[in-house]
């Protein structure tokens, strides 16, 4: 018999200038970070000026002790406050980003930024060592394998910015995107966003709301996540895996280190989401 070592989950309350705004459930740790991306996410903000300042608030356990799942946003002068319509009616769970969500308008966002014009260029070669360099920073996942991963990558030197773990992958997401906006980084022009899992519509939205023109994931992408892709104009890349990927859209990016394949199909031992890829290129790296 030995210790098993569990993934921590605990529900984060985000309120801005005292107001509640979301619940969500996530790994405890960089919650600064996950405040800011979300409010990216949600098109509160669009840079880190906008930010002003962030505290938590009383939540206390049945001691009395302070539980650290409240925080509260300020937000700089003149910056609006959150539309009341934002307010998510319930919590927002570790696998899903959108729940609670008060209308199927208010699923979609607008950006601030335009990934189209991003001039980025990648060697395939390069792009290949995403995947496996996210793994090795995984240092919650080696000691529980039940988190996901992002991370964000320099897209001309390869450097490795940022990385977070959490248990829901929205909010790996939102802690990378806060982390670069509290950084004043936004927008992540010439950069890939890896992801540990598929590719779903919402994070191609939060790529979208920080600037970034590349989303790359290990697993298949929806078809909501495509069909986005391709609107706004961002390079979708999934099944990155060893030194194959399958490039949903803007493949001009990705620049090619060996003659593209014929060959679409998926690694029959995924168990993520799928789609049938109707404009897609494969492509060996060498």
Known sequence: MREDVLAAEEPLEIRV??????????????????????????GVISNGEQFAAARYCAGTDDDGMNTYNVLDVTLAPGVAPPDPGLARAFFTTSSCGLCGKASIDAVRTTSSYTAASDDL??????????PNRLREQQAVFEKTGGLHAAALFDGVTGGLLVLREDVGRHNAVDKVIG??????????????????????F????????????????????????VELAVELGITLVGFLRGDSMVIYSGAERVLESAPLESDLSPDPSDQGDSVEPLSSESIGAA
Not at 121 to 130: D, G, P, Q, W
Not at 179 to 195: C, E, F
């Open 179 to 200: 982390w670069a906006t509290q950084q004043n980084l936004l927008p992540l022009r010439g950069t890939v966003l890896m992801v540990s899992g598929r590719a779903s």
């Open 202 to 225: 919402e994070l191609m939205q939060k790529a979208s709301m920080a600037g970034i023109p590349m989303l790359a994931a290990v697993s298949a992408p929806s078809s909501l996540a």
């Open 121 to 130: 260029r990648i060697e395939a070669a390069l792009l290949t060592t995403f």
């Open 17 to 42: 200038g005292g107001l509640s705004l979301a619940i969500t459930m996530r790994t405890p740790g960089n919650d600064i970070d996950l405040a800011a991306g979300f409010l990216v996410s949600e």
